[in-house]
């Protein structure tokens, strides 16, 4: 695991750096804690990371600017911050979970759980993808979107437009961050149950879903069974 | 004056003012009834005063009385002491002719006389008055004319009653806006207004006060003193009040040169009392009309109101005689000016409330610094980790909370505080900010002297700490410097507040920053605009300065 921490309360970094420790032992194989919003944006730019802990209030300046970097990463982001008022808009740009200031160990473990057992953050807030474009970071409404496709470690959005956009977090991440509405119907595919047309039943128990726009997805053998229940019950 | 009856008949004739005149040397006979002859009138009499003479004209009724009617001969603006003949009759007597020198004065100058029935046929009659004129020799003139005597008793009461309703409005306006001024002595446009409003007030009443007290000729130069003193003072204090409601470059140059004028006016035909008085207020309109105008055109509150206020009272000096334009006319005026001190009023009221609310706000403000979330929770949690970790030194850290609590609690309610406070409020805060940030924080300060009077509004050193905090990183050996320097004189009170690090951002200003808004509010509450403040960056960190005008 490689760890960023952006946080300018150096009593508070030092205790997530802690606690961070004792959390990841010998999974953890860098920690490393900024003070300020500008050299953790350098760090994100220039090193490899599974996981931002980030502060949203730094030295007077406002962290959701960041924040849109930071979730269209494909590491985590977890928000530490006191100012419990912003954590719905937080998740609403996709972070993996808000932990609101005091903390204590059992709460920052919870978040970091979500991490190591890939649980599913279970909420319906998440409003925006944030993608790498150039010129900067766009944000596309969920609404908008059909499926996601993993491709490696990134993932394909395809949007109901017709277009693609490309994201850095992989299909885990993803699935681990958006609402309910999103079915993973195989290992490479992430549908909204809303836009299936129809389950298509191949020869040699082979199945597939038909979406509204006539585009036909493969459903894994596994997750059949799952998505079945989901759709008629 | 002339007394104008504005319901005159139109079966009344009035003629004369050039009369004929008579030294005594003609025959009499008897003391009651007694004929001319036509020989020796004059049309000019050189008088040297105290001899008798006569005065005759000849007046047309054109109408004889109805059944039970009784005509009067009205006397009015007429000086001397007489005897009225009426077609040979003596009619009426108004003071000893020829005795003024050794008698008391007796006699008015206006006066109604009772014309006996068989004598106010319709057709020509005489007019003779027997007369002399101790006192005041030049005013040979005669103002007569015949109505319903009834009417010529009744009428000028009638007016003066309602002139004297008016005029009580006034009074009570002085003496309302009198006790108001009394209350608050540096709303100077009040006390002019109600100044304005009793001269008035006393304009009025000299103006009428002849219907009910007897004057004699030899008095009426002293009222009409009086009449001309008061419109000189209105004519001074109106356009001063509207200067001062809407102001214009070089005031007190145009207005000395305004009473300067105003001034010769006054002195130039000042025996011409009626002239005098009007070509004053013909000039105080001009000028008020003036600096409304100019009002208007520099969009001041009201100014339109006064604008027009002046306009109709032009129109009524357009189309009514001296007297009522005079009377109308001020007293469109004044309301104009009444009304400019309502809006005036209001806008100080909601000014007084702005500033209630803001106070309100500040509080509250400074309430908040404490238990804002960003401060309060990261020193919670700043504080847990110290009381996990070295549970000893979180006591300390809970006592330097406390002790920023406690000098917060203090100040609360207060808008100033001496600097000694202040200072206490930003040591605790440092203290507090050590075990956070785990920053060596130095505080430095020069120029405290207990002894002396040194106030500043709470927390704003504190804000400036705070920013300082937030916006500067410590230097490589970890520390960071604070120093404030209080400069005092007699007049002024300086404070310097220096920050020794790194700045973190030089291009992010902090000059709109909710930190900034609070202190400006906060110096502009105790001080009006009587303060600057600056903020800068230095070489070595960054630079407040607060000047505060005593």
């Not at chain 2, 000096?317 to 209001?346: C, E, H, P, Q, R």
Request: glycine share 6%; with cysteine.
């Amino acid at each position: 695991m490689n760890i960023l921490i952006i946080e300018d309360e150096i009593r508070i970094a030092k205790r997530v750096e802690r606690m961070t420790k004792e959390f990841f032992l010998n999974t953890l194989k860098k920690i490393t804690s900024v003070q300020s919003l500008a050299e953790g944006l350098e760090f994100i730019k220039t090193n490899s990371l599974d996981l931002v802990l980030l502060d949203l209030n730094l030295n007077g300046e406002n962290g959701f600017d960041v924040l849109q970097e930071t979730a269209s990463g494909a590491f985590h982001t977890i928000i530490i911050s006191a100012n419990k008022h912003e954590a719905l808009k937080a998740f609403e740009f996709g972070v993996l979970d808000f932990v609101p200031k005091p903390f204590n160990k059992e709460r920052i473990e919870l978040a970091f759980n979500r991490i190591v057992k890939k649980e599913e953050v279970g909420t319906e807030n998440l409003q925006f993808l944030a993608v790498k474009k150039r010129g900067g970071i766009h944000l596309v409404n969920i609404e908008h979107v059909n499926y996601i496709k993993g491709a490696g470690v990134y993932t394909e959005i395809f949007l109901t437009n017709g277009e693609k956009e490309l994201h850095d977090k992989s299909l885990e991440k993803l699935s681990q961050l958006l609402p309910k509405s999103f079915e993973r119907i195989h290992k490479s595919y992430l549908v909204k149950t809303t836009q299936i047309k129809e389950i298509i039943v191949k020869t040699g128990s082979q199945y597939a879903v038909e979406l509204h726009n006539g585009e036909i997805l493969p459903i894994g053998r596994t997750k059949y069974k799952a998505l079945k229940e989901t759709l008629f019950n | 004056m002339k007394f104008n009856n504005l319901y005159r008949v139109a079966f009344i004739l009035i003629v004369l003012v050039s009369t004929s005149c008579h030294h005594k040397s003609l025959s009499w006979k008897g003391e009651i009834v007694y004929s001319l002859n036509n020989q020796n009138w004059e049309n000019k009499i050189d008088l040297k005063g105290g001899e008798v003479f006569f005065t005759k004209t000849e007046i047309e009724i054109v109408q004889s009385p109805v059944e039970f009617q009784t005509f009067g001969l009205n006397l009015s603006n007429t000086f001397g002491e007489f005897e009225i003949f009426w077609d040979g009759v003596l009619i009426g007597k108004n003071g000893n002719p020829g005795k003024e020198s050794k008698s008391t004065l007796t006699g008015a100058m206006w006066r109604a006389y009772k014309i006996p029935n068989h004598l106010s046929q319709k057709g020509t009659h005489q007019l003779v008055l027997k007369r002399s004129l101790f006192h005041a020799p030049e005013y040979t003139g005669l103002n007569a004319f015949v109505s319903d005597y009834d009417y010529l008793l009744e009428h000028p009461l009638i007016y003066t009653a309602f002139m004297h309703i008016f005029a009580g409005g006034f009074l009570l306006a002085a003496l309302y806006f009198f006790f108001h001024y009394l209350g608050n002595k540096s709303e100077k446009t009040i006390l002019i207004f109600s100044s304005s409003c009793f001269l008035f007030f006393g304009l009025i009443l000299m103006e009428f006060i002849r219907t009910y007290i007897s004057i004699h000729y030899s008095q009426h130069a002293i009222r009409m003193e009086i009449i001309s003193y008061l419109t000189f003072f209105i004519a001074i204090l109106v356009p001063l009040y509207f200067s001062l409601q809407f102001s214009f470059p070089k005031q007190k140059v145009i207005l000395m040169l305004y009473t300067g004028f105003l001034i010769y006016i006054f002195y130039r035909n000042h025996q011409r009392y009626d002239d005098t008085s009007y070509n004053m207020a013909l000039t105080m309109w001009f000028f008020s009309f003036a600096i409304a105008l100019h009002g208007v055109y520099k969009k001041y509150k009201g100014a339109f109101i006064v604008l027009l206020a002046l306009l109709i009272c032009a129109f009524i000096n357009n189309i009514s005689y001296f007297d009522t334009s005079l009377f109308a006319g001020f007293g469109v005026i004044v309301l104009g000016m009444l009304y400019i001190l309502s809006i005036k009023a209001k806008e100080q009221r909601l000014a007084y409330e702005n500033s209630l609310l803001q106070s309100t706000r500040l509080r509250t403000e400074l309430l908040k610094k404490s238990i804002q979330p960003h401060f309060l929770m990261n020193t919670l949690t700043s504080l847990i980790d110290w009381v996990e970790e070295a549970p000893d030194k979180g006591v300390l850290f809970i006592e330097a909370l406390a002790a920023e609590f406690d000098v917060l609690n203090q100040v609360e309610n207060e808008t100033l505080i001496p600097i000694s406070q202040e200072i206490k409020l930003c040591k605790s805060h440092i203290s507090i900010m050590k075990f956070r940030k785990e920053v060596d924080y130095i505080w430095e300060d020069e120029g405290i002297n207990e002894n002396i009077k040194q106030l500043i509004p709470p927390a704003v050193i504190h804000t400036l700490l705070e920013n300082s905090i937030t916006h500067c990183l410590p230097s490589d050996e970890n520390k960071m410097g604070f120093k404030l320097i209080a400069f005092t004189t007699t007049n002024t009170q300086e404070y310097t507040f220096l920050t020794f690090g790194k700045i973190r951002n030089q291009q992010k200003s902090t000059a709109d920053g909710t930190g900034f808004k609070y202190i400006k509010a906060r110096l502009t509450e105790s001080y009006g605009e009587d303060w600057t403040f600056t903020s800068e960056a230095t070489n070595e960190g960054w630079k407040n300065t607060i000047t505060i005008q005593k």
